[in-house]
């Protein structure tokens, strides 16, 4: 069933006009009678079309209830640039799996050397494929692309989160089957392809960010994300 993001969408005023009505219309050919979700705030509502004319697709609303595809945890994912797309599949599949944000990270060993304002450019799109991937899985939010930030920065966002943990290749962190996993909210830290430079551990680690041992296997940037979110889903119980 197609389902719509609409945060303004009211319960007392069913509709949907502009983009949303010419996608239901035109790209998707749907008629009077035929079924839709519409997700306003985190709240699924189970519709079905009333009537159409050229911008502006009536509903009736069938039933509504709190989105079961979100997380009862919120998870920041503070990820360091990688190179090339890399970020869009980041995105798009920690999106999939649960991410509350994703914020994109500048660090000491990235390639790619993008500047604040470069970013800016490229949100756009980034944030079209997280919709994109939160329409695609159900999610009851679309999860926000942060601006660009320097480690520092992600620290001091990292701090004010209830669990927040960077994952780090060298010995000494503690594993990930020690992260509590009764925690409402949390960040994780992803190295890009060059990993971390020691000082930035240090930085993270006096904002009381813990680094985690994913084992002796070295993942790719882009897999050590996806592997770290769906443990953590699992441990919190988001994914059994």
Known sequence: MPKFFEDSFSPDAPYLNGEHARHIGYALRMRV?????????????????????????YLRILS??????????????????PKADKLELIIRKSVE???????????????SRMTPAEFEKKRVRLQKIAKEAAQQSGRGIIPEIAPLHTVAQAANRMKTLDCSIVLYEAEGGISFGDVPHDRSSYGMMVGA??????????????????????GRRILRCETAPLAALSILMFRTGNMN
């Not at 009678?33 to 697709?57: F, N, Q, S």
């Not at 509504?64 to 640039?81: D, H, R, W």
Request: proline share 5%.
């Open 193 to 214: 392809e060059g990993g971390f430079e020691p000082d930035e551990i240090e930085v993270l680690a006096s904002h009381g960010v813990q680094a985690v041992w994913l």
């Open 97 to 111: 799996l649960g991410a509350t944000e994703i914020v994109p990270v500048l660090t000491k060993r990235c390639i």
């Open 33 to 57: 009678g035929e079924k839709l979700t519409v997700c306003a705030c985190g709240i699924d509502y189970a519709c079905e079309i009333d009537e159409m004319t050229a911008d502006t697709v």
């Open 64 to 81: 509504s209830e709190p989105c079961c595809a979100e997380p009862s945890v919120k998870v920041t994912l503070f990820q360091a640039l």
